[in-house]
C-alpha cells in the first residue's frame, strides 16, 4: 500500500464567543473553548496507482485528512505512513515524493510568470537547471502551457491558473499527487480539459492521484473507487462502479411521447408528467428494467427515450443523509 | 539552500521590477525618511555637547548599524513581518509541503522593498560618519549581519505566540518597532529595569547596542557575551516556533503569494 491510515484522530479548540461587554470581559480573563472533531478514527489505505475521491460535505473532515497526511498537521491519534515514511517525522523526505494542488492556495508567485515559479520550485525540489527545464518542457506540453507561461500570474485566467497550479505540483515528478478542490470556480469545459489532464497523467505515468471535490463529474469521470467522510468518519468506501449502480440502484427515464403517458408498474414512480414528455424513476431492486422498457413501448407511442442513473450530487446527497443501500433497499 | 536563497533575491527583485515606480519612491521615500533625524540630532547635540557618552558621530554609528541592520533583514529575511497572518491565515501549509529548511523558506521568500532604502542609507551614513579602517569595516559587516538575524529572531517569538494565544500580530509588530526604536538611542541613557528589558524581551542591546560598543571599543570577553546572547536569542525563537507548529490549525481561507 502507498498510504495506510490507522485510527486516525484529530480535534481542533474553537473559542466560544462570549455574549455582551461582560461576557466578552470574563472571556478575556478565562476563555472558553468547545472541541471540534474534525477526524474521528479514520482508516484507510490506498494501492499504488490508484485514482480515489475523497469525498464529503463542508466540514467533513476532508481537508484536515489530506492536511494530516502530507505532514501540515500533527495527528492527536493514530499513525500515518505514506511511501512508507511518517509524514511529520519525515516531512521533507517525503515533500520530495507527494504533490499537492489546494484549489484555494497558489503555489505561485503572483507578480511574476508561472515559468519563473517552475524555475524556483525546480531549486527547491534540489533539482538542477538542466533537469527543470526538461521537466519544464514536458509539463508544457502534457498541459499545453505554452501560450502563457511567461505572463505574470496575475493575468492568467482561473483556468490557466490551475493548469499551472497543477504542473507546478508535478515539477519534481511526484508519485503521489493529492488534489483538493481542483476545481473549484472552473466552468464546464476547463473543468472537462483539467480532467482529461489528471486521467492522462495516472494512465501514463502511473501517480497514485487523492481526489477531493465538490464536483460529481470530477469524481465520476476520474475516479476508480470512493471514500466518503461524514463527520470525520468513513460512511462509504467502494468502486465508483458499485457505488453508481447498487449503492442507489435506481433509473430515471425521461421519455418524449405522442400522447399522455400511459404506465402503472411497481417499482416505477412518475416524477413530471406533461402532456407530452415525462420523467420517471426505476427502482431497480423492486422493477426489471427490460419489464419496465418492454411496457414502456408497448403502451405508449414514443418519439425519444433516454435511461440515466441517478445523479452522481443525488447519490452524495443520500449518504450524507444517512442513506445506505440496505436502507434504500427496504 | 544556498541557492535557493540567491533564486529567492532575484525573484523578488524581478517581482519589485513590475512596478518600478514604486520600487524607487519606497526606497527613496524611506531613505530621506531616515536622513531627517541626522538634523534631529546635529540640532541636539549642538545644545548639549554629549549624552552619557555619546556625541554626534557615536550615536550616527548606531543609527548606520540600525538602519543597515533592519534594512538587511527587510530585504533579505523580509517575510517574518508577516508571520502571524501566514500562520492564521493557514498559508505555512505551502512552505510545509516543500522539502527545505522551514524557517529560512519562510523568512527568505519576501522582500520588503523600502528595506532597501534603510539598508543604502545605514551603509552610506556608515562611510561617510565613521572612520574607515578595514577592522571596522569588518565588524559593521557582521554586526549588520547578525542585527537582522537578530530582528528576525524577534518576529519569530513575538508572531510564534499567533500558535498560542490566537493573533499575536499587533504585539509582534508593537515589538519589533519598539526594538528599532530603542535602537537608535544611546544604551547608556536607560537605567534599571529598562536596561533588563532591552537585554531580554525587547532586546535592542543584543541588535545593536553592544555591537556599537564593539566596534567602538573591540573587547573579546563582551564578543563572547554578545554571540551567547544573540545564540539563546536565536534558539528560544526556534524553540517556540517549532513548539507551536504542532498547535498549527491550518485552514481554507484563498491565498496568493505575494
Same mark, same amino acid.
Given at each position: 500500500?502507498?498510504l495506510d491510515i490507522k485510527g486516525l484522530n484529530k480535534s481542533f479548540k474553537s473559542p466560544v464567543?462570549?455574549?455582551?461587554?461582560?461576557?466578552?470581559?470574563?472571556?478575556?480573563?478565562?476563555?472558553?473553548?468547545?472541541?471540534?472533531?474534525?477526524?474521528?478514527?479514520?482508516?484507510?489505505?490506498?494501492?499504488?496507482?490508484?485514482?480515489?475521491?475523497?469525498?464529503?460535505?463542508?466540514?467533513?473532515?476532508?481537508?484536515?485528512?489530506?492536511?494530516?497526511?502530507?505532514?501540515?498537521?500533527?495527528?492527536?491519534?493514530?499513525?500515518?505512513?505514506?511511501?512508507?515514511?511518517?509524514?511529520?517525522?519525515?516531512?521533507?523526505?517525503?515533500?520530495?515524493?507527494?504533490?499537492?494542488?489546494?484549489?484555494?492556495?497558489?503555489?505561485?508567485?503572483?507578480?511574476?510568470?508561472?515559468?519563473?515559479?517552475?524555475?524556483?520550485? !525546480? &531549486?527547491?525540489?534540489? *533539482?538542477?537547471?538542466?533537469?527543470?527545464? @526538461? /521537466?519544464?518542457?514536458?509539463? +508544457?506540453?502534457?498541459? %499545453? #502551457?505554452?501560450?502563457?507561461?511567461?505572463?505574470?500570474?496575475?493575468?492568467?485566467?482561473?483556468?490557466?491558473?490551475?493548469?499551472?497550479?497543477?504542473?507546478?505540483?508535478?515539477?519534481?515528478?511526484?508519485?503521489?499527487?493529492?488534489?483538493?478542490?481542483?476545481?473549484?470556480?472552473?466552468?464546464?469545459?476547463?473543468?472537462?480539459?483539467?480532467?482529461?489532464?489528471?486521467?492522462?497523467?495516472?494512465?501514463?505515468?502511473?501517480?497514485?492521484?487523492?481526489?477531493?471535490?465538490?464536483?460529481?463529474?470530477?469524481?465520476?469521470?476520474?475516479?476508480?473507487?470512493?471514500?466518503?467522510?461524514?463527520?470525520?468518519?468513513?460512511?462509504?468506501? !467502494? &468502486?465508483?462502479?458499485? *457505488?453508481?449502480?447498487?449503492?442507489?440502484? @435506481? /433509473?430515471?427515464?425521461?421519455? +418524449?411521447?405522442?400522447? %399522455? #403517458?400511459?404506465?402503472?408498474?411497481?417499482?416505477?414512480?412518475?416524477?413530471?408528467?406533461?402532456?407530452?414528455?415525462?420523467?420517471?424513476?426505476?427502482?431497480?431492486?423492486?422493477?426489471?428494467?427490460?419489464?419496465?422498457?418492454?411496457?414502456?413501448?408497448?403502451?405508449?407511442?414514443?418519439?425519444?427515450?433516454?435511461?440515466?442513473?441517478?445523479?452522481?450530487?443525488?447519490?452524495?446527497?443520500?449518504?450524507?443523509?444517512?442513506?445506505?443501500?440496505?436502507?434504500?433497499?427496504? | 539552500?544556498?541557492?535557493?536563497?540567491?533564486?529567492?533575491?532575484?525573484?523578488?527583485?524581478?517581482?519589485?521590477?513590475?512596478?518600478?515606480?514604486?520600487?524607487?519612491?519606497?526606497?527613496?521615500?524611506?531613505?530621506?525618511?531616515?536622513?531627517?533625524?541626522?538634523?534631529?540630532?546635529?540640532?541636539?547635540?549642538?545644545?548639549?555637547?554629549?549624552?552619557?557618552?555619546?556625541?554626534?558621530?557615536?550615536v550616527m554609528l548606531l543609527w548606520s548599524l540600525a538602519a543597515a541592520g533592519f534594512g538587511f533583514?527587510?530585504?533579505?529575511?523580509?517575510?517574518?513581518?508577516?508571520?502571524?497572518?501566514?500562520?492564521?491565515?493557514?498559508?505555512?501549509?505551502?512552505?510545509?509541503?516543500?522539502?527545505?529548511?522551514?524557517?529560512?523558506?519562510?523568512?527568505?521568500?519576501?522582500?520588503?522593498?523600502?528595506?532597501?532604502?534603510?539598508?543604502?542609507?545605514?551603509?552610506?551614513?556608515?562611510?561617510?560618519?565613521?572612520?574607515?579602517?578595514?577592522?571596522?569595516?569588518?565588524?559593521?559587516?557582521?554586526?549588520?549581519?547578525?542585527?537582522?538575524?537578530?530582528?528576525?529572531?524577534?518576529?519569530?517569538?513575538?508572531?510564534?505566540?499567533?500558535?498560542?494565544?490566537?493573533?499575536?500580530?499587533?504585539?509582534?509588530?508593537?515589538?519589533?518597532?519598539?526594538?528599532?526604536?530603542?535602537?537608535?538611542?544611546?544604551?547608556?541613557?536607560?537605567?534599571?529595569?529598562?536596561?533588563?528589558?532591552?537585554?531580554?524581551?525587547?532586546?535592542?542591546?543584543?541588535?545593536?547596542?553592544?555591537?556599537?560598543?564593539?566596534?567602538?571599543?573591540?573587547?573579546?570577553?563582551?564578543?563572547?557575551?554578545?554571540?551567547?546572547?544573540?545564540?539563546?536569542?536565536?534558539?528560544?525563537?526556534?524553540?517556540?516556533?517549532?513548539?507551536?507548529?504542532?498547535?498549527?490549525?491550518?485552514?481554507?481561507?484563498?491565498?496568493?503569494?505575494?
Amino acid at each position: 500500500m502507498i498510504l495506510d491510515i490507522k485510527g486516525l484522530n484529530k480535534s481542533f479548540k474553537s473559542p466560544v464567543k462570549a455574549e455582551g461587554l461582560s461576557g466578552r470581559v470574563k472571556s478575556l480573563i478565562k476563555g472558553e473553548y468547545r472541541e471540534i472533531r474534525a477526524v474521528r478514527d479514520l482508516s484507510l489505505s490506498v494501492p499504488r496507482g490508484e485514482m480515489l475521491a475523497f469525498i464529503g460535505p463542508n466540514g467533513a473532515g476532508k481537508s484536515t485528512t489530506i492536511k494530516l497526511i502530507t505532514g501540515i498537521l500533527y495527528p492527536d491519534e493514530g499513525s500515518i505512513s505514506v511511501l512508507g515514511m511518517d509524514p511529520h517525522r519525515q516531512r521533507k523526505a517525503l515533500s520530495l515524493k507527494i504533490g499537492t494542488v489546494f484549489g484555494q492556495k497558489s503555489q505561485l508567485w503572483y507578480h511574476l510568470p508561472a515559468s519563473d515559479s517552475f524555475s524556483l520550485l !525546480g &531549486s527547491i525540489y534540489n *533539482m538542477s537547471a538542466g533537469e527543470t527545464e @526538461r /521537466r519544464v518542457a514536458e509539463l +508544457k506540453e502534457i498541459f %499545453e #502551457l505554452g501560450d502563457f507561461l511567461d505572463q505574470p500570474v496575475r493575468k492568467l485566467s482561473l483556468g490557466q491558473r490551475i493548469r499551472c497550479e497543477i504542473a507546478a505540483s508535478l515539477i519534481h515528478s511526484p508519485e503521489i499527487l493529492f488534489l483538493d478542490e481542483p476545481s473549484i470556480g472552473l466552468d464546464v469545459v476547463v473543468k472537462a480539459r483539467i480532467r482529461d489532464l489528471i486521467k492522462r497523467l495516472n494512465e501514463e505515468s502511473g501517480i497514485t492521484v487523492f481526489l477531493t471535490s465538490h464536483d460529481a463529474g470530477d469524481i465520476e469521470k476520474l475516479c476508480r473507487r470512493v471514500i466518503v467522510i461524514n463527520e470525520g468518519t468513513t460512511v462509504w468506501d !467502494g &468502486s465508483m462502479k458499485e *457505488m453508481k449502480y447498487s449503492l442507489l440502484n @435506481r /433509473r430515471i427515464i425521461d421519455v +418524449k411521447l405522442e400522447e %399522455e #403517458l400511459n404506465l402503472d408498474l411497481p417499482g416505477v414512480s412518475i416524477l413530471k408528467n406533461r402532456p407530452y414528455s415525462a420523467k420517471l424513476e426505476a427502482d431497480l431492486n423492486r422493477a426489471d428494467m427490460k419489464e419496465v422498457m418492454e411496457t414502456l413501448i408497448r403502451n405508449n407511442t414514443i418519439q425519444d427515450i433516454n435511461v440515466s442513473p441517478i445523479p452522481m450530487e443525488e447519490v452524495i446527497a443520500h449518504i450524507y443523509e444517512g442513506r445506505t443501500a440496505g436502507e434504500a433497499a427496504e | 539552500m544556498r541557492g535557493l536563497i540567491g533564486k529567492y533575491i532575484r525573484f523578488n527583485l524581478a517581482a519589485a521590477m513590475e512596478y518600478r515606480v514604486s520600487f524607487v519612491i519606497q526606497v527613496l521615500g524611506m531613505a530621506l525618511n531616515n536622513s531627517a533625524f541626522i538634523f534631529f540630532w546635529l540640532l541636539l547635540f549642538d545644545k548639549v555637547g554629549d549624552i552619557n557618552g555619546y556625541g554626534f558621530t557615536e550615536v550616527m554609528l548606531l543609527w548606520s548599524l540600525a538602519a543597515a541592520g533592519f534594512g538587511f533583514n527587510e530585504v533579505f529575511l523580509g517575510n517574518g513581518r508577516y508571520l502571524s497572518r501566514i500562520i492564521y491565515q493557514g498559508e505555512l501549509d505551502v512552505y510545509l509541503l516543500q522539502p527545505v529548511p522551514l524557517i529560512p523558506n519562510i523568512l527568505c521568500s519576501r522582500m520588503n522593498v523600502s528595506g532597501w532604502g534603510d539598508l543604502a542609507y545605514g551603509i552610506i551614513l556608515f562611510l561617510l560618519s565613521q572612520e574607515l579602517t578595514p577592522l571596522w569595516i569588518f565588524l559593521f559587516a557582521v554586526s549588520c549581519v547578525l542585527a537582522a538575524l537578530l530582528f528576525s529572531s524577534i518576529n519569530l517569538f513575538y508572531h510564534s505566540l499567533t500558535f498560542y494565544m490566537g493573533n499575536g500580530e499587533n504585539l509582534a509588530s508593537a515589538a519589533y518597532n519598539m526594538v528599532l526604536t530603542f535602537a537608535t538611542y544611546p544604551g547608556t541613557i536607560f537605567k534599571g529595569a529598562s536596561t533588563w528589558i532591552m537585554h531580554t524581551l525587547l532586546p535592542a542591546a543584543l541588535v545593536i547596542w553592544i555591537p556599537t560598543e564593539l566596534i567602538l571599543h573591540f573587547s573579546l570577553s563582551r564578543a563572547l557575551f554578545l554571540l551567547a546572547g544573540d545564540g539563546i536569542l536565536v534558539a528560544t525563537a526556534y524553540l517556540l516556533f517549532k513548539g507551536g507548529l504542532r498547535r498549527y490549525a491550518s485552514g481554507n481561507r484563498m491565498g496568493t503569494r505575494l
